[in-house]
């Protein structure tokens, strides 16, 4: 094949890299749905509210919004409509926001009625069945009006244009349209009056009522609006927090129960997924965690739910298995390690009497490493994981670095259980949380006290922490010595007392201040340090910290095998160490072929107890 041949027919790579960025699946599959269903002019536009009778039939726009704020479109997506009773779900999270739970509870029911959304049929203690259906949203517009007066309307567009995240206006010729035949909502409204479910101006109330049923979306507006539902009230577009996460959960309630009418126990049966319609021929279908679509076809069936609308929440539910009662989670999968330290060391290179202790008490560190959004069942899973097999350790690191978020539920029971943990003397250890997260906080809140709980950034530090505590209860820790004696260098093993002697000669005693920078990475590598007293800490410039080292250890071995320093090395105390320079060790080498032999098997060896570390590493996650 001759390169010709072979070009054809991508001649330009990065053409082909973009076509294939540009289409994701779920994009292809909505422009599918569109092309499919367009084909179905089944139905009829809703003509009872007469300026209703001019949409345009052929009209019909997908949006779908991520909770991560991706737009996709499909067909006529930007096409201005009237809102109508989707507009019910949000006024009624205006209207619990505004009054409270208690006072709407007081006034409008929660029970699916059965009937179609104009009924005007109240329930025995003579209030509207639910907030989906006119007589209580009529209700709720009532209510937004005592508080709000004559701002009542402003304040439901400006909420509307919240969870929308752009200014929405209103169709002044449908609102004058309905405000003109509307006599049946004025017969509900005139009756909730009677029931005093609605007070003092009635007609002041419907007038909202109307206005708000005459706001203007898009397909794409009402895919935010319910993506904003699906994300706990935070517009995933603008960031903004529009509603509580517990008004989401009642406003996603009732649309559950009541929101397509009398097509809604059919509806939450075949589809699963919290909606409302609208005789502008909207729906919103909003599924927590996960999505908000938003569809716009004015041909509507009996129910006077938009056809087409309907065909593709069935299609998208059965295509992508999104019923909400249809979900399960492997609860286990929040683990993802839990180890002893044995072979798993923290970077800290510790001297052999040091190392001997961790070798023989490593099941005294337990480390669970954590990872996804923890929520009560996950909680739950790491509680009894912890309470159970293996016995305790007495040091325990529980690693967040991969954990979003944490429910309050499970902080505090996550909370209660170290708290029992510490009274039996385990000492716990958080690491991985963000300085700002509201994690830890929520769990030092929970737990008996709060002092006893630690926290590190990064679970290295955790760990080497940890060592120190195991070190110290097992009597390890001497003062510092001084080995001015290379014999105790691990490269210099198997050196005989004058070859060291010789090396010696070659080298000059060094000494460093606390926090100094011994080597800086880049610069040339020409030299190798013996460590005498004090430590170090060998770290990349992005400051992860490779290894710190003690006397008797050395660093800036690798200059033996590479040109330039890898890394950087800080002085962690005050340091004195031997630095011998390579040239200067390079014509000695040339003497003594046998003592350079030596030092590159002790070297090997070195790394290759590096790499059985490393891989014991990569082994322990990968097994999980
Ligand atoms: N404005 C309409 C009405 O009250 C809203 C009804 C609807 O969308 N189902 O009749």
Redesign the pocket.
Known sequence: MDAQTFRTPHANPSARLSGYATEPPLQRFLTGCYEEFKADNSGAVADY?PQLKQANPDHFGIGLVTIDGHVYEAGDSAVPFTI??VSKAFVFALALELVGEERVGAAIGVEPSGDA??SIRLTNDNRPFNPMV?AGAIACSGLIHQVEGDGAFERVRAKLSQFAGRELGVDDAVHAS?AET?NR?RAIAWLLRNYSVVQGDVDAVLDTY?RQ?AILVTARDLAVMAATLANRGVNPLTGVQVITPHIVARTLSVMTSSGMYDYAGEWIYRVGIPAKS???GGIVAALPSQMGLGTFSPLLDDH?NSVRGLKVCEALSARFDLHMLNRSADVRTCIIADYDVLGISSRRSRQPHEQQILDERHGDIRVIELVGALNFAAIDYITRRLSSEPPNAPLLILDFRRVPDLTAAGAQLLGENLTVLGNAGVTAIITGVEATSAVLPAIRARVGDPRKLRHFAVLDDAIEWAEDQVIYRYGGFTISKETAHLGEQALLAELAPEEIAALAELSTTRRYETGQRIIAAGEPANSLFFLQSGMVSVKLPSGVRLASLGPGMEFGEMAIIEQHRSADVWADTDVKCLELPLDAFADYRQLHPQISMKIMRNLSALLARRLILANAKVDLLSAY
């Open positions: 509210i109508q009773s959304f104009n006119n309905e509307g909502n109307f049923c609208g005789v502008g006077f």
